[in-house]
């Protein structure tokens, strides 16, 4: 087992396992087969390992964008065996705040309220400054009288969110590495139409400056129709197309952010980008518009984020 523990989003770990021959006779491995494009090896197909002998098995993972656990495994075939080595890979994405568990089933009405623990990785202590732009329900906390924490324990409640259910229930924290902590909220009015292939739907633009803009990515899964266009659909904030990088297996699309002058704190915003062939895709982008750089609280809202349809 490698374990890589906490790693920070889209990040890659590296390690080595040893493969130590215990036989009297050599060893010829014939394939090391990773159980997906997130692990890469070293090439070790064809390779000898004396009788007492060992290589080693280097490895990287590439953790995912979103927050959550990460397994992988790699298998190893070695002439003259029909079982498997099989090398065992964990780590749990995570930034330098976090939360548990890292998601919320709320399908079929089911827990519309709950409890959720937030805490840091590293055993900082740190503030909660809202809640998907509201006060935080702390229990056993008052953050009036009290010190900031390491660990807090939060309700929520999906009715608070009003009839547009996000994809994403996010915290805000004063945390520079951590502004912005999501969940996903599993939930029947969330599930996103999907037209256009994406590699991942959870979109954050971080601390967006008052009265100035931010640039954020999304990533395609790599097709021909480029993207042409993107249009906000609620007043809180403008997105506008800024460029696009075709790779061999994505295209990554680079978008502007721009809120209006009055608007600070929160922000959860519906936008819709369009292809040159006349397809489009409706997505969600959250920011906190702040006047002050992120490792601070931001004021609440000037302005009331309003009901956008579904997309």
Request: hydrophobic share 40%; net charge negative.
């Amino acid at each position: 087992m490698l374990d890589f523990g906490f790693v920070a989003p889209s990040s890659a770990s590296s390690g080595a396992i040893k493969l130590l021959n215990t036989s009297d006779r050599a060893l010829k491995i014939l394939a090391v087969q990773p159980s997906c494009k997130c692990t890469a090896v070293n090439d070790l197909e064809g390779k000898e390992i004396p009788a007492g002998g060992s290589v080693e098995l280097e490895t990287v993972l590439d953790a995912a964008a979103a927050p959550g656990p990460k397994k992988a495994q790699i298998r190893v075939l070695v002439e003259g065996y029909t079982q498997v080595l099989v090398v065992e890979m964990k780590a749990e994405v995570a930034l330098a705040v976090r939360v548990t568990p890292p998601y919320i089933n709320a399908v079929e009405g089911k827990n519309q309220t709950g409890r959720l623990v937030v805490q840091s990785t590293d055993g900082k202590p740190f503030r909660i400054c809202s809640t998907h732009g509201m006060p935080p329900r702390f229990i056993g906390f008052d953050p009036a009288t009290d010190e900031p924490r390491t660990q807090y324990l939060v309700e929520y409640d999906v009715a608070d969110l009003g009839e547009r259910i996000p994809r994403y229930w996010v915290i805000e924290t004063d945390r520079a590495d951590a502004p912005l902590v999501d969940v996903l909220l599993r939930h029947e009015a969330s599930f996103p139409q999907l037209k256009i292939r994406m590699k991942d739907y959870r979109i954050p633009a971080g601390v967006v400056p008052a009265g100035g803009s931010g640039e954020f990515t999304i990533r395609l899964e790599n097709r021909a129709d480029p993207i042409t266009a993107a249009i906000s659909r609620a007043p809180q904030a403008k997105v506008e197309f800024v460029s696009q990088a075709v790779g061999a297996e994505e295209t990554v699309v680079t978008l502007r952010l721009v809120p209006e002058p009055g608007f600070r704190g929160f922000m959860y915003l519906p936008f819709t980008i369009f292809t040159q062939a006349g397809e489009h895709q409706d997505l969600d982008v959250f920011a906190t518009v702040s006047e002050t750089p992120a490792g601070s609280c931001a004021p609440a809202p000037s302005v009331p984020a309003p009901a956008a349809p579904a997309g």
